[in-house]
């Protein structure tokens, strides 16, 4: 059974740094590119990096050189260390395969639960 569970959210003042990071387990990660999303209420949910199997990366250009995405794949596990956050990046992040895990089991696209992070004063 796949599960991703997220976390490392909270509230940061602009300007500010979160890691957050996301256990995956149901065999899912070590083959696959593994990708950091967020979504805002009423928006699309976008990807904003994502790292290969073998630790290629490509992010969004609204994060590049304030995001770096890695990955642990002894511990099944990747991270997004985010610095210097904005307002508008509040967001519930989430992380999945790149692209999103489907499985008939789940009726379609898997998401864990997500971490919300808050950039507020």
């Known amino acids: 059974q796949v599960q991703l569970v997220e976390s490392g959210g909270g509230l940061v003042q602009p300007g500010g740094s979160l890691r957050l990071s996301c256990a995956a387990s149901g065999g899912i990660f070590t083959r696959n590119a593994m990708g950091w999303y967020r979504q805002a209420p009423g928006k699309q949910r976008e990807l904003v990096a994502s790292i290969t199997s073998g630790g290629s990366t490509n992010y969004a250009d609204s994060v590049k050189g304030r995001f770096t995405i890695s990955r642990d794949n002894a511990e099944n596990t990747v991270y997004l260390q985010m610095n210097s956050l904005k307002p508008e990046e509040t967001d519930v992040y989430y992380c999945?395969?790149?692209?999103?895990?489907?499985?008939?089991?789940?009726?379609?696209?898997?998401w864990g639960q997500g971490t919300q992070v808050t950039v507020s004063s």
């Open positions: 999945n395969t790149d692209p999103p895990y489907y499985g008939a089991a789940y009726s379609g696209y898997y």
